[in-house]
């Protein structure tokens, strides 16, 4: 009943799939079984078996052997059971031959979808184990639709959900794009799965110093600690397993390109790279930046983990951060619950600035040629 042809189709299915076409065989019989169970009300039980050379199939009805048939279906004459088999006895199985010619139809029919529905199975659980082995890893696909602000991203074997929550924010994701994102999990089962990516992940940009920076792909420079305000800023904590090697330094690379890479891939977000042999006050002074503080600015309680962090008045905007994002990501890179305080010197300063100028002014309104007064346009801020 099944042709060379299709035991050939087999084998290429074996070839190209990965699917043994032993499997293939046995899917067969199974269905075969159904066919005649479904269509052939001779027994309620049957076995097939499928021939793996000549394509030839063979099914039997299975029935019990009984002095007095009361259910015909599954049941059947000792003395018709002995004809059958020699060594039959009462209420034991006997195989009895079914033409299976008259399902042949029918059950070519459902061998193809049956073998059809296999690769597919086997096809998603191929996918869901080779994104499954991607987990914790960079892949690069393409945004072919939206789902509100949910980019689905196309990676050729199968679709990616890219959430909005796992986007950087103002970031533009285009239609037909190419997008670079961090494998988070892959969710589901060998039958349905989802391949949930993120680019605001810590991971995300730990995978990427390890893609742009060789040391601490070998080993050599250690990403113990990323902590990130996606598109923002970011503070990455870095140790250095050779003493002759800086680990701030070999990740920034010559003249930033190293960095700058990463800078580039994460729209534009600010990377503060520290070293993790710091003692405490020069860590937190260290998380800090890019405000200007000296560890002799910084006091500790270290049985409460707290530190008390002294600034002049024009750097503790620098060191909050637009938001109070940087003290936020400080606290988080070094482990210690930071509190900032202006200095008492620097606001008498600051006052005391304040005077000089309002007399300068004061003077300048009634004309006192002793104190110039420029006639240049201010320069702008740096909006960078």
Not at 85 to 98: N, R
Request: include cysteine; glycine fraction near 6%.
């Amino acid at each position: 009943m099944v042709s060379k042809e299709f035991l050939a189709a087999l084998e290429q299915i074996e070839y190209e799939k990965g699917i043994p076409k032993d499997e293939l065989i046995t899917l067969i019989e199974h269905a075969v079984e159904k066919c005649l169970l479904r269509h052939y009300p001779l027994a309620s039980r049957y076995r097939v078996k499928l021939n793996g050379e000549t394509g030839e199939v063979h099914a039997w009805g299975i029935k019990k052997a009984v002095e007095k048939v009361s259910n015909p279906r599954d049941e059947i004459l000792l003395s018709a059971a002995l004809a059958i088999d020699p060594k039959a006895k009462i209420d034991c199985d006997v195989e009895v031959t079914i033409d299976v010619g008259e399902i042949a139809r029918i059950a070519s029919q459902t061998i193809e979808k049956v073998i059809s529905q296999r690769i597919r199975e086997y096809e998603k659980s191929s996918v869901f184990k080779k994104y499954k082995k991607l987990e914790h890893k960079i892949i690069t696909g393409r945004i072919f639709r939206f789902i509100g602000r949910k980019a689905i991203v196309d990676l050729g074997d199968t679709e990616a959900v890219l959430p909005a929550c796992e986007q950087i924010p103002k970031q533009f994701l285009r239609l037909n794009s190419h997008v670079r994102a961090y494998v988070m999990e892959v969710v589901g089962d060998e039958r349905k799965n989802d391949v949930v990516l993120s680019r605001t992940h810590p991971d995300f940009l730990k995978v990427l110093l390890a893609e742009e920076v060789p040391e601490v792909k070998e080993g050599i420079v250690e990403v113990l600690k990323v902590v990130r305000s996606p598109g923002l800023r970011a503070k990455v904590l870095v140790k250095s397993n050779n003493d002759k090697i800086d680990p701030v330094g070999t990740c920034i690379g010559v003249r930033g390109n190293r960095i700058k890479q990463i800078i580039n891939e994460l729209a534009g977000e600010k990377i503060d790279l520290i070293a993790s042999d710091l003692k405490p006050k020069k860590l937190i002074a260290a998380s800090l930046s890019p405000a200007r503080v000296d560890e002799s600015q910084v006091s500790l309680n270290k049985k409460a983990m707290k530190a008390t962090v002294e600034v002049p008045s024009d750097q503790r905007a620098k060191v909050l951060g637009a938001d109070g994002i940087n003290i936020s990501l400080a606290c988080r890179i070094s482990g210690w619950d930071i509190d900032v305080v202006t200095t008492v010197s620097s606001e008498k300063g600051e006052a005391k600035a304040k005077e000089e100028n309002e007399t300068k002014e004061s003077k300048a309104d009634k004309g006192d040629e002793s104190i110039p007064t420029s006639g240049t346009e201010p320069v702008p801020e740096d909006k960078e």
